[in-house]
């Protein structure tokens, strides 16, 4: 069912095991000893927070929050709203965010001004992917799963109107599909 709707798969469930295990050695050789809470921004960094905490050899806590810039659009609309915020405190806590993407870098530049309000010990951020050529604020994540090109990319949390989050793979869609979607 989703194949009518792929133009080229980017990376494959194989490629984001392996990064994603990467990722997760390396946060826990640079959290040891410290308070580390995961911040999952939802909805898009749900499978890969739960796919990295995993791969964490850490006691950790995990907190979400809830923002929205891009709606049904696949253009950024700038203003970021909080949709859910986070359960409890951030005081003195090691921050992560856990993003599936950065793209403009407008939803995380306003949640890191907003977090570090809270002040936690420390903020950091790990994305899977990240648009650097997009960015129109100056962001450069702690950790990074892959950079990619100016594509619009689904899949692994990633959607496209809602859609294929659940997709075990990132692709990239068929224009032609994009287009059919959103005038219909
Ligand atoms: O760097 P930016 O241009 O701000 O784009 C990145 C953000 O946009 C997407 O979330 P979205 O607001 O679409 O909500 P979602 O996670 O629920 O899909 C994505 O998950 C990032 O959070
Ligand atoms: O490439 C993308 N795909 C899905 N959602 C997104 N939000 C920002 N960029 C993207
Ligand atoms: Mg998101």
Do not use: W
């Amino acid at each position: 069912m989703v194949e009518g709707a792929i133009d080229r798969v980017l990376f494959s469930e194989k490629d984001i095991a392996e990064k994603v295990e990467e990722l997760g050695k390396q946060i826990t050789k640079d959290y040891k000893g410290k308070d580390l809470l995961l911040v999952c921004v939802l909805k898009g960094g749900i499978l890969f927070m739960s796919d990295l905490s995993k791969k964490i050899d850490l006691p950790l806590k995990m907190d979400f929050i809830a923002v929205s810039s891009y709606g049904d659009s696949t253009v950024s609309s700038g203003v970021v709203k909080i949709l859910k915020d986070l359960d409890t405190s951030i005081e003195g806590k090691d921050v992560l965010i856990v993003e599936d993407i950065i793209d403009s870098g407008l939803t995380l530049k306003y949640l890191l001004g907003n977090l570090k309000t809270r002040k936690p010990a420390s903020l950091k951020v790990c994305t899977l992917l990240d648009k650097p050529k997009r960015r129109t604020v100056d962001l450069t994540p702690e950790y990074c799963g892959f950079s990619i090109e100016n594509h619009f990319v689904v899949g692994y949390g990633l959607d496209f109107m809602q859609m294929f989050r659940n997709v075990p793979y990132v692709f990239i869609p068929k224009q032609e599909y994009v287009d059919k979607m959103q005038s219909s």
